[in-house]
């Protein structure tokens, strides 16, 4: 690095004075400080632009090791998946073959049907809208009203105009 000095600096501006003038000195001063300025701009953008490389290659290189530990662990869960498959395919060759059921006892399509369309009745009651606490009641209210219907329902006939809000 240059190692310039408050007297090296001095000695600087004098001759500058001499050899440019005090006319023109200012001038100079001012557009050698614009392109000092221009200068450390430049040297910034390209500091942040190498920093910018760094963390972009080191992005890169995380990126392959995370590919790298996920197609590990997709394989190894796929051997893990064609293993069990595999067993579960021989337990069920060996109970088969060693079991003389025969396919009759199946119930009917139309059977499967019937018992589909009454699970899902059944499913619609239990996860249906109305709350628990409607049904429960066992159908004493024949429909439901709003909150404020209820409250013009069930109002003293002169609570309203003593607190002076009609």
């Known amino acids: ?16 004075l001499v050899v440019i003038g005090p006319e023109r000195l200012p001038k100079v001063a001012r557009m050698a400080g614009s392109l000092f300025g221009r200068a450390q701009r430049y040297i910034n953008e390209v500091k942040t632009e190498v ?21 590990d662990v997709h394989s190894s869960i796929s051997k893990s998946v064609a293993d069990a498959e595999n067993s579960i395919n021989d337990a069920w060759n060996d109970n088969n073959s060693g079991s003389s059921t025969s396919w009759s006892s199946t119930p009917s399509p139309e059977a499967l049907t019937i018992k589909a369309k009454n699970f899902r009745k059944k499913k619609l009651a239990r996860n249906s809208a109305v709350p628990s606490w409607y049904k429960n009641q066992s159908g004493r209210r024949t429909r439901v009203i709003s909150a404020a219907a209820r409250v013009a ?9 003593s607190a002076g809000f009609f």
Do not use: C, F, H, N
């Not at 972009?56 to 197609?71: F, I, N």
């Not at 329902?153 to 105009?161: C, D, L, S, T, V």
């Open 51 to 71: 920093s910018r490389e760094i963390e972009l290659e080191e992005l890169r290189k995380m990126q392959k090791d995370v590919e790298e530990a996920a197609s």
């Open 153 to 161: 329902k069930y109002r003293p006939i002169g609570a309203g105009k």
């Open 1 to 16: 690095m240059i190692d310039i000095g408050l007297t090296k600096l001095a000695l600087i501006g004098v001759v500058a």
